[in-house]
């Protein structure tokens, strides 16, 4: 038998309702990041988030790093100025949608048989609103921690931190500065349902986003024998690099992953043979299980925008086209290495593009002996007694990577229902029918306050 979600106390409740009231609300506000300075409009989220924590005695602080990239600030001032600080951290922009492939209105925020619908559902506007309504909880109940608490509301996560955490880590590092964080993603149910490993994120893949430039000679389309076209020679750039297979890599934390799948012997051991699971993986009756263990244990690359600085047109042939490349690198692995990977990828091609560099965040790493891990291992023990906290290196970004920069330990951390299928919730991720269940609201609601009143004990 499961370990299954039992209503909580009248109050739990109420904080629950609180928690998808808002969620719906930050999800009919539509803050759309298309990773341009003008799009996001997260504005509207911290406004939102800002007239919810009005009236709880709480000091609330606004900086905006453009015009509509709003970021909201509180804490409650700690009794101990030596104690650790932590900072609750949630992202109110989302990802664009394609509104053809939902079943539902994605800006609804519909609440249908016990799961609230749209985009932001699961990155992370949940998240986002369970740690406002955590934090109100504890200024309206007068609660004094050691160490400061912070609730971070930030602009622009989905388009690098540009105008969010980085820019006010490198502006106002005294207002959102902590010793631990949490933030984005953890606590997924994997293994016995009667002794289940519970995820938590203390790592990520870096991320070295690529712009590819590919240069031609104009001309008439009328004319095209012989002619130096650049959509054709981007064609084969965009080819080259979507069937390019790096060798696979296992970082540190990948055997302890295997052994919380749950699979046999057989399988556990080939995918811990670097020579054997290439094989498996390309044999694997599920595609999108198949991506994720893909992305997992190798550096990937993903063709994602083609575009030109000027406009295209249907009879010219085009001196020039871009081409964005989201690549994903492993542990260990920096510049110098994207560039030698995408040199083997492109062959003889790879003198006629030029590379241009829009991120470059290496891959980081928390360590887990800290208070805020054994903070973790009783909250959630105090719902799962039976459960065991594991380490994961998840495989995309999250503004952790900003604050372990500047020497910050910092979890990808909630808490949700162990009927939640871990691959349905992945795929949820900037895709269709994006949703979540009131139970995970319920339970990620009650961590942060179960955190809080671990981590200073």
């Given at each position: 038998?499961?370990?299954?979600?039992?209503?909580?106390?009248?109050?739990?409740?109420?904080?629950?309702?609180?928690?998808?009231?808002?969620?719906?609300?930050?999800?009919?506000?539509?803050?759309?990041?298309?990773?341009?300075?003008?799009?996001?409009?997260?504005?509207?989220?911290?406004?939102?988030?800002?007239?919810?924590?009005?009236?709880?005695?709480?000091?609330?602080?606004?900086?905006?790093?453009?015009?509509?990239?709003?970021?909201?600030?509180?804490?409650?001032?700690?009794?101990?100025?030596?104690?650790?600080?932590?900072?609750?951290?949630?992202?109110?922009?989302?990802?664009?949608?394609?509104?053809?492939?939902?079943?539902?209105?994605?800006?609804g925020?519909?609440?249908?048989?016990?799961?609230?619908?749209?985009?932001?559902?699961?990155?992370?506007?949940?998240?986002?609103?369970?740690?406002?309504?955590?934090?109100?909880?504890?200024?309206?109940?007068?609660?004094?921690?050691?160490?400061?608490?912070?609730?971070?509301?930030?602009?622009?996560?989905?388009?690098g931190?540009?105008?969010?955490?980085?820019?006010?880590?490198?502006?106002?590092?005294?207002?959102?500065?902590?010793?631990?964080?949490?933030?984005?993603?953890?606590?997924?149910?994997?293994?016995?349902?009667?002794?289940?490993?519970?995820?938590?994120?203390i790592?990520?893949?870096?991320?070295a986003?690529?712009?590819?430039?590919?240069?031609?000679?104009?001309?008439?389309?009328s004319?095209?024998?012989?002619?130096?076209?650049?959509?054709?020679?981007?064609?084969?750039?965009?080819h080259?690099?979507?069937?390019?297979?790096?060798?696979?890599?296992?970082?540190?934390?990948?055997?302890?992953?295997?052994?919380?799948?749950?699979?046999?012997?057989?399988?556990?051991a080939?995918?811990?043979?670097?020579?054997?699971i290439?094989?498996?993986?390309?044999?694997?009756?599920?595609?999108?299980?198949?991506?994720?263990?893909?992305?997992?244990?190798?550096t990937?690359?993903?063709p994602?925008?083609?575009?030109?600085?000027?406009?295209?047109?249907?009879?010219?042939?085009?001196?020039?086209?871009?081409?964005?490349?989201?690549?994903r690198?492993?542990?260990?692995?920096?510049?110098?290495?994207?560039?030698?990977?995408?040199?083997?990828?492109?062959?003889?091609?790879?003198?006629?593009?030029?590379?241009?560099?829009i991120?470059?965040?290496?891959?980081?790493?928390?360590?887990?002996?800290?208070?805020?891990?054994?903070?973790?291992?009783?909250?959630?023990?105090?719902?799962?007694?039976?459960?065991?906290?594991?380490?994961?290196?998840?495989?995309?970004?999250?503004?952790?990577?900003?604050?372990?920069?500047?020497?910050?330990?910092?979890?990808?951390?909630?808490?949700?229902?162990?009927?939640?299928?871990?691959?349905?919730?992945?795929?949820?991720?900037?895709?269709?029918?994006?949703?979540?269940?009131?139970e995970?609201?319920?339970?990620?609601?009650?961590l942060?306050?179960?955190?809080?009143?671990?981590?200073?004990?």
């Open positions: 038998m499961s370990q299954s979600f039992t209503a909580g106390t009248s109050d739990e409740n109420r904080r629950t309702g609180q928690t998808v009231e808002l969620l719906q609300t930050l999800i009919r506000n539509e803050c759309v990041n298309y990773g341009t300075p003008e799009s996001g409009g997260e504005v509207r989220n911290s406004d939102t988030l800002q007239a919810y924590l009005e009236g709880a005695g709480l000091d609330l602080e606004v900086f905006d790093a453009a015009p509509g990239r709003r970021s909201l600030v509180t804490r409650i001032e700690g009794s101990d100025p030596n104690a650790p600080t932590l900072c609750l951290m949630g992202h109110t922009d989302v990802v664009p949608v394609n509104r053809d492939g939902w079943s539902r209105d994605p800006f925020g519909e609440l249908v048989d016990g799961e609230v619908w749209g985009r932001g559902a699961v990155d992370m506007l949940n998240l986002t609103s369970s740690m406002a309504v955590a934090m109100r909880h504890l200024a309206l109940t007068g609660y004094r921690p050691k160490g400061d608490l912070i609730y971070f509301a930030c602009a622009d996560e989905e388009a931190s540009n105008y969010g955490a980085r820019w006010m880590a490198e502006n106002h590092w005294d207002v959102i500065g902590a010793d631990y964080v949490l933030t984005e993603n953890g606590g997924l149910h994997s293994g016995s349902p009667d002794a289940p490993f519970i995820g938590m994120n790592g990520e893949k870096g991320v986003w690529r712009r590819l430039r590919v240069r031609g000679v104009p001309g008439h389309g004319r095209p024998f012989r002619q130096d076209n650049a959509l054709v020679k981007a064609a084969a750039v965009v080259r690099i979507s069937q390019y297979r790096p060798p696979p890599k296992f970082h540190e934390l990948w055997r302890e992953q295997v052994d919380t799948l749950g699979v046999d012997d057989e399988t556990k080939i995918m811990l043979d670097e020579s054997l290439e094989d498996w993986l390309d044999a694997h009756p599920s595609a999108s299980a198949a991506a994720h263990l893909y992305s997992c244990t190798h990937s690359f993903s994602n925008v083609l575009g030109a600085p000027t406009a295209m047109k249907t009879n010219v042939i085009p001196d020039h086209v871009d081409i964005e490349v989201d690549v690198t492993l542990p260990g692995e920096g510049a110098a290495e994207v560039q030698a990977h995408l040199d083997e990828a492109l062959g003889d091609l790879a003198d006629q593009v030029e590379v241009e560099i991120m470059n965040d290496p891959a980081s790493l928390s360590r887990v002996e800290t208070p805020l891990w054994d903070a973790l291992e009783v909250a959630v023990g105090r719902r799962f007694p039976t459960a065991r906290l594991t380490p994961q290196l998840i495989i995309g970004f999250t503004d952790s990577r900003v604050y372990r920069d500047m020497g910050a330990v910092a979890y990808g951390a909630g808490l949700f229902s162990p009927e939640l299928d871990g691959a349905d919730f992945g795929a949820r991720f900037h895709g269709n029918d994006e949703r979540i269940d009131i995970s609201l319920a339970l990620t609601t009650q942060w306050l179960d955190v809080v009143d671990s981590l200073w004990d």
